[in-house]
Structures are given as C-alpha cells and as structure tokens.
T-cell receptor, first 112, second 112 residues
Framework: GNSVTQMEGPVTLSEEAFLTINCTYT??????LFWYVQYPGEGLQLLLK?????DKGSNKGFEATYRKETTSFHLEKGSVQVSDSAVYFC???????????FGRGTSLIVHP | EAGVAQSPRYKIIEKRQSVAFWCNPI?????LYWYQQILGQGPKLLIQ????????DSQLPKDRFSAERLKGVDSTLKIQPAKLEDSAVYLCASGVGAGELFFGEGSRLTVL
C-alpha cells in the first residue's frame, strides 16, 4: 500500500536558518505529492504540490522537488522566520483513488 | 469563498457516551473526507464520499462509527459508544480531485 515517511521532529532552528524536512514515499504508479502545513490552532492547508517527476512545487519561499529515482519530496526553505513555526505534513495521492495518504508530520520551531 | 465549516470545535464526553460531528464542505466540492488525527500522528482517513456515495470506508470502525452525507452536501460523523482511544481531532476536508484537499479547523474530542 501507499505510505509516507517523514523525519521526526521537532526541528528547532534560529531565524534565518536553512530548513530541510525529509520526506520519502512508497506508492504504486505515479502519485502526486503534497506538503501541507498546520499552524497552531488552525486546520491543515496546502503549502505546495508536484504532480510528476522532476516538478518543483513552491510557495511562500518553500520548495520541494519530486524525485522519482529516490522516491523523495524534501521540503526546503532558505531562510526561516518565526512565523513558519508549524507542523508540516508530507502527503501523496495516487492516480487511481485520489485518496490522500499523510505522513505523521514534522514540527518546526523557529526561535528569534 | 467560505471554507470548510466544522462543529463543534471541542467536545468532552465520558466513555460509552455518543457524540456527533458536523461538516459543511466548500460549495461545489463533490468529494468529502473525514480524517482522525491522534496527537503526534498524521491524519488517518476514516471515510471518503463522492457526492452522497461512499468511495472508501475501509478504515472506519463500523461497530461504533457511522457517517452520512445526505443530499451530497454536508456530512455527519457519529461515534457510539465512545472509547478512550477515540480521543483525537476529527478533520473534515473537501476537494475536487487529484488529492488537493481543503480542511476545516477540526473537532477535538476528549473521552474521559
């Protein structure tokens, strides 16, 4: 079956540091890949997505590249801000059922 | 555009009692999902509706959980009787396909 594995958190960084949150997946076929973000007290919201190999999704300074050869979709940001503190979820959706499968989430804490 | 509405935001009940959660998706979204998110874990799909039909309910504990989406719009998730391990946030999401979901703020259930 489909699965998503994320690095364990929390990830604690100082403001303006470089961020990487690792995500790898297992899926049949060619899934679409997503990063969702959950800010404190709020629901999950889509951050970025990529629908085919080598696609790069980007939003709000965050980027992730769909790497089919390594089955990965790592999230990066060059300079984090305190306001980026949240829980980040990697997810995939296969082309058959469109039922999204989520990773367990990685908490990011950014200190001033 | 109004987002996904959920109620109640918080509910505390004793074990063996019943509880119901309500969700109103974004207008025009045919697909509606209920997820269970236990603290420290990623969302786990309970049931997916397409209009008023069930697409997947393989992970719904049918001995105690039930869900309906009459008229293909809003939906209700019920738990009866509740167990301690049902303490979680119940997330409703809607979408138009390809795995991109729009989430409500969730309903937090505490079972004592």
């Amino acid at each position: 079956g489909n699965s998503v594995t994320q690095m364990e958190g929390p990830v604690t960084l100082s403001e303006e540091a470089f961020l990487t949150i690792n995500c790898t997946y297992t899926a049949t076929g060619y899934p679409s890949l997503f990063w969702y973000v959950q800010y404190p007290g709020e629901g999950l919201q889509l951050l970025l997505k990529a629908t085919k190999a080598d696609d790069k999704g980007s939003n709000k300074g965050f980027e992730a590249t769909y790497r089919k050869e390594t089955t990965s979709f790592h999230l990066e940001k060059g300079s984090v801000q305190v306001s980026d503190s949240a829980v980040y979820f990697c997810a995939l959706s296969d082309g058959g059922s469109y039922i999204p499968t989520f990773g367990r989430g990685t908490s990011l804490i950014v200190h001033p | 555009e109004a987002g996904v509405a959920q109620s109640p935001r918080y509910k505390i009940i004793e074990k063996r009692q019943s509880v119901a959660f309500w969700c109103n998706p974004i207008s025009g979204h045919a697909t509606l999902y209920w997820y269970q998110q236990i603290l420290g874990q990623g969302p786990k799909l309970l049931i997916q509706f397409q209009n008023n039909g069930v697409v997947d309910d393989s992970q719904l504990p049918k001995d105690r959980f039930s869900a309906e989406r009459l008229k293909g719009v809003d939906s209700t998730l019920k738990i009866q009787p509740a167990k301690l391990e049902d303490s979680a946030v119940y997330l409703c999401a809607s979408g138009v396909g390809a795995g991109e979901l729009f989430f409500g703020e969730g309903s937090r259930l505490t079972v004592l």
